[in-house]
């Protein structure tokens, strides 16, 4: 039989307060001046029981404050301080926010964090040593995500299964949900699957069960008391109800926690994009940044798991002049960002670290301040690099097209409109080729098979579609045999296992798993020009 | 040489290895066989779906997706100029670690994976002129076994981009 831990909670709470008493006694009773060592491990050794005790039962943010407390009266023993009234004020505070914490954990209501976290720094300013506070800043974050998730608690679902029994001891099914009801909003579900044929039906047994609903910020004990009388005639079983916004919204805001307890997030990102590294267009990174970062913020839009981010796609210059540029939205997977977000995270600890060394900056810890500087850089750097991993991804959004057997993928910036073609529209030109009557211009009609050496299933060109394209102000017809679906699509260079083709920017991988190349239309038209472009091996220069 | 390829006599590899042995995965081309080291070999895998690249010589016959990456496939019995022999679900691509400029990924078609060899440096004979339609320069040399002959193969240079066209 395992012990239930919590029947040990009162005792441990009982002997807290104890210590507590003892600790305030012995912190009034301390004279100005050295601070007098037997009353300090007196101190000390009672901090040292409510600390213990708390890592026992897993109370992390008593633990954690204790341990602060400790840390200032290890300062002390060691005689960094002498004991001034703004000391024992400060030792007196401490003590009694260590009580408030206390109280709320044991009667599991709100923890005052902002008050823990104002008294944490009176003592963080106070003492000498301050680099291993860090921890707890952040188990402050933890310990409030917890509580959030509490919060994200919207009621209860009561599984209520009467023996057959029920009735016969005198139990008002009406006036337990009437109860119940008092608490919340209560919808109530019979289950009669049990129920037998009339003539087998025992008229005093029962043979329903109920599904409760009980909506509202309820304690679970509440709920519990209301079945206590009936414990006994009945299988009961209570889960929470969470909200499910609320949950993934946690995983998020957590991360964005993560980031902000410096108030500036933003700020130093700025500063790692100015002050490191070639980039092309540093304002534009900025804004970048601040894109993905302001992407983060919204807490209440972000249940979909896979974060949308605005991807400026780069327009280069085989694509058309209408228009500059083309907003696509790239999906990253949450762990990409979790990665960013850690990134961050470390690169503002470092900081804060850094800045407070610099206040009390003494020579000694110059290798210190070297050390961290170097972390600094080698954290921003990393930061830079995957931020330019995510945007050197080039994303087109894509129409699919087939040709011949094999499917490719127009950037659809370049497409203007896909037509049917009756042959009355169709023009030969010896020499010249053939060319397709659009409203009031004749553009040429570029097979694609032909340029690319397919073995056509199409030839005629009533039966395929033309996609008329433009590039460069010059608009061409392509002759192709269908159209798929439209997909965005991330290009990957076919010079990283193999070398460049001509007419072709790269290839994406499609839905199913198949491989479509990506058509560059203006080597296209080229290639329609002059076919023997298409022996010239292209070279690397335009890839990424 | 026969006791050297005592199948799965895994001490007997051992041993070998201490003793300098390299060891090398042979495949057919027909009635040819050839070796390559078998460190080189990313994956071993049935033949799949390719995608066809335009104006590219014929023995490229394709890119398919290995992971996510984009990765040419390379028909060695055409590039060694054999006739033509129909893709089936049978039919063996080994994707190779191909180092030049940059480390670089290429899958080459065969007809069948053999088995792995131990071979001893020594054992490994000069290239003659052979006069055959197969350059020499890519054979690095030749292993003689019971009945047959092993070309080994020096993928680097056969399948480098200058030489893949």
Redesign the interface.
């Given at each position: 039989m395992s012990i239930d831990i919590s029947q040990l909670h009162d005792a441990y709470f009982e002997e807290c307060f104890e210590c507590l008493d003892v600790m305030e006694s012995e912190i009034f009773g301390l004279e100005l001046g050295m601070a007098d060592k037997k009353a300090i491990d007196t101190v000390v050794s009672a901090a040292h029981s409510i600390k213990n005790g708390a890592s026992t039962f897993s109370f992390k943010m008593v633990s954690d404050f204790s341990y602060i407390i400790l840390m200032m009266l290890d300062e002390i023993r060691t005689g960094q301080h002498e004991v001034t009234e703004a000391l024992t004020n400060l030792l007196l505070s401490g003590v009694e926010a260590l009580r408030e914490l206390l109280i709320s954990v044991h009667k599991n209501s709100e923890i005052d964090y902002v008050h823990l976290a104002d008294i944490r720094q009176q003592f963080e300013m106070m003492m000498v040593g301050d680099i291993e506070l860090e921890l707890f800043s952040e188990s402050i974050i933890d310990n409030k995500l917890e509580s959030e998730v509490n919060d994200a608690i919207v009621g209860w679902e009561i599984d209520f299964h009467p023996n057959s029994h029920f009735f016969k001891t005198g139990n008002d099914l009406v006036q337990l949900f009437g109860e119940l009801e008092n608490l919340g909003e209560l919808t109530v579900e019979v289950c009669d699957d049990n129920l037998p044929p009339l003539f087998d039906l025992e008229p005093e047994d029962n043979y329903l069960s109920w599904k409760l609903t009980l909506c509202g910020n309820i304690a679970k004990a509440d709920v519990v008391e209301i079945f206590k009388p009936v414990e006994s005639d009945c299988k009961l079983t209570i889960t929470p109800l969470i909200d499910s916004t609320i949950k993934q919204v946690t995983r998020v805001e957590q991360m964005v926690s993560k980031l902000e307890p410096h108030g500036e997030l933003i700020n130093p990102i700025i500063d790692i994009e100015d002050a490191t590294a070639p980039i092309d267009n540093p304002e534009k990174q900025v804004t970048r940044v601040e894109q993905m970062v302001s992407k983060l913020e919204p807490h209440g839009e972000l249940i979909n798991p896979i974060i949308g981010i605005e991807e400026k796609t780069e327009i280069t210059s085989q694509t058309t002049t209408l228009s500059e540029s083309t907003v696509a939205s790239i999906q990253i997977e949450t762990d990409k960002i979790d990665l960013l977000a850690d990134m961050f995270s470390e690169l503002v600890a470092t900081q804060s670290m850094l800045s407070q060394m610099g206040e009390n900056f003494s020579p000694e810890m110059l290798p210190k301040l070297i050390d961290g500087l170097a972390q600094l850089e080698r954290n921003t750097n990393e930061v830079q690099e995957s931020i330019m991993q995510i945007r050197k991804l080039p994303i087109i959004d894509g129409q699919i097209i087939r040709v011949a057997n094999?499917?490719y993928i127009i950037p659809l910036i370049s497409v203007i409109e896909t037509l049917e073609v009756k042959g009355t529209d169709m023009k030969y030109v010896s020499g010249e080729g053939e060319l397709y009557k659009l409203a009031d211009e004749y553009v040429p009609v570029i097979r694609l098979y032909k340029?690319?050496?397919?073995k056509p299933n199409i030839t005629d060109i009533e039966q395929g579609l033309v996609v008329i394209v433009e590039n460069d102000n010059q608009k061409v017809a392509l002759f192709i045999d269908d159209l798929l679906g439209q997909q965005k699509a991330v290009i990957?260079n076919?010079e990283?296992?193999?070398?460049g083709?001509?007419?072709?920017s790269g290839?994406t991988?499609l839905n199913d798993?198949?491989?479509?190349?990506s058509i560059d239309v203006a080597e296209v038209i080229a290639l329609y020009r002059d076919p023997s472009l298409?022996?010239m091996?292209k070279h690397n220069d335009r890839a990424a | 040489m026969t006791e050297l390829f005592a199948d799965n006599d895994y001490l007997q590899r051992m041993h070998n290895a201490e003793q300098g042995a390299e060891q090398y995965l042979s495949f057919s081309l027909g009635d040819e066989e050839y070796g390559l080291e078998i460190l080189r070999v990313q994956e071993i895998k049935a033949w799949d779906r390719v995608t066809h690249i335009p104006n590219t010589p014929d023995y490229i016959v394709g890119v398919l997706n290995l992971h996510g990456s984009i990765v040419p496939l390379v028909d060695l019995r055409l590039r060694f100029g054999m006739s033509a022999r129909e893709y089936s679900p049978t039919t063996v691509i080994i994707v190779l670690n191909v180092l030049g400029e940059t480390k670089r990924n290429v899958g080459i078609v065969v007809d069948t994976v053999n088995d792995a060899y131990d071979v001893f440096p020594e054992e490994i004979r000069a290239c003659p002129q052979l006069g055959s339609t197969i350059d020499t320069d890519f054979i690095s040399g030749l292993v003689s076994m019971d009945d047959n002959m092993m070309m080994i193969l020096n993928i680097d240079r056969l399948l480098s981009v200058e030489a893949l066209g």
């Open positions: 094999e499917n340029v690319f050496n397919l990957k076919l990283t296992n193999y070398r083709v001509f007419g072709v290839a991988i798993g198949m491989i479509a190349l298409a022996k091996a | -």
